[in-house]
């Protein structure tokens, strides 16, 4: 079985900083892993995804994570944020690719302030 | 496209009713999932379906809970009868296929008092 752990459940910054959302995961097989982000009343939309290959994913937004296996963490990363970057942003993994049995964490929220 | 379409957008009703909660999958997806997000759980996946099919609902609360998808365009979730500890706010996501990411639509917001 696998299982999420988001670090941080709130991230408060200022416009125009760095961000880094931690996310460390636990899996006896090999995983694919998902960043997922949350705008108010809104459902979940893919920001970017880990399948194989290079360890740098980058997505949409001006984000990117990387896979770290000894560490089993891919932490979401952006070189500064902006006001519509607020939301909710949601680490999940899968062993199976795709997303039967897509487990999520408990999500972070980012706040970002003028 | 349209993306994925629940309705309604927000539920209120008292303990003891009938619920049921609706959802269009977008057009030409295989899988439909339905989820429940709370502060205290997160986003649980109570069911999930393959071409209509239902394939793993072990994360349907209990009885009272039940989903059904009589066709490639449409699906139910119904709880009966609804406590107050089901409220939350229900999502139904679909996707192309087992290796495709998931669409989200913008949820039910269920109250019941």
């Known amino acids: 079985a696998q299982s999420v752990t988001q670090l941080d459940s709130q991230v408060p910054v200022f416009e125009e900083a760095p961000v880094e959302l931690r996310c460390n995961y636990s899996?006896?097989?090999?995983?694919?892993l998902f960043w997922y982000v949350q705008y108010p009343n809104q459902g979940l939309q893919l920001l970017l995804k880990y399948l194989s290959g290079s360890t740098l994913v980058k997505g949409i937004n001006g984000f990117e994570a990387e896979f770290n296996k000894s560490q089993t963490s891919f932490h979401l990363r952006k070189p500064s944020v902006h006001i519509s970057d607020t939301a909710e942003y949601f680490c999940?993994?899968?062993?199976?690719?795709?997303?039967?049995?897509?487990?999520f964490g408990k999500g972070t929220k980012l706040t970002v302030n003028p | 496209d349209a993306g994925v379409i629940q309705s309604p957008r927000h539920e209120v009703t008292e303990m003891g009713q009938e619920v049921t909660l609706r959802c269009k999958p977008i057009s030409g997806h295989n899988s439909l999932f339905w989820y429940r997000q709370t502060m205290m759980r997160g986003l649980e996946l109570l069911i999930y379906?393959?071409?209509?099919?239902?394939?793993?609902d072990s994360g349907m609360p209990e009885d009272r809970f039940s989903a059904k998808m009589p066709n490639a365009s449409f699906s139910t979730l119904k709880i009966q009868p609804s406590e107050p500890r089901d409220s939350a706010v229900y999502f139904c996501a679909s996707s192309l296929s087992s290796n495709s990411p998931l669409h989200f639509g913008n949820g039910t917001r269920l109250t019941v008092t």
């Open positions: 899996s006896s097989v090999s995983v694919y």
């Open positions: 379906f393959n071409n209509n099919v239902p394939i793993d």
């Open positions: 999940a993994v899968s062993s199976q690719g795709g997303s039967e049995k897509l487990v």
